[in-house]
Nanobody, 119 residues
Framework: QVQLVESGGGLVQPGGSLRLSCAASGSIFIIYTMGWYRQAPGKQRELVARNPSGGSTNYADSVKGRFTISRDNAKGTVYLQMNSLKPEDTAVYYC?????????????WGQGTQVTVSS
């Protein structure tokens, strides 16, 4: 069974940096895309960054130039480097993967990690 395990969340001051990690485990045959979403209290979940296999990365306009998504395929891990953090970045961040475990591909989700940006 495929699992996505996230780590790296925490409390940082405005302007600070944080790196989130998401490790995929289980029987993974092929990964089509991996990405990060976030959800702030009272708001809908939104796409932060996406890294499709064989394609270009995509970022939400609100994080362009500040966040960087990357992947270590050998480790099955996707990262989100967050720089110049702002209070409005405060949210629960979720790792997402669209992959196949040998059956038809589908979305998998991590349990989320809290990121709080506050002075």
């Amino acid at each position: 069974q495929v699992q996505l395990v996230e780590s790296g969340g925490g409390l940082v001051q405005p302007g600070g940096s944080l790196r989130l990690s998401c490790a995929a485990s289980g029987s993974i045959f092929i990964i089509y895309t991996m990405g990060w979403y976030r959800q702030a209290p009272g708001k809908q979940r939104e796409l932060v960054a996406r890294n499709p296999s064989g394609g270009s990365t995509n970022y939400a306009d609100s994080v362009k130039g500040r966040f960087t998504i990357s992947r270590d395929n050998a480790k099955g891990t996707v990262y989100l480097q967050m720089n110049s953090l702002k209070p409005e970045d405060t949210a629960v961040y979720y790792c997402n993967a669209y992959l196949s475990d040998g059956n038809a591909p589908r979305d998998y989700w991590g349990q989320g990690t809290q990121v709080t940006v506050s002075s």
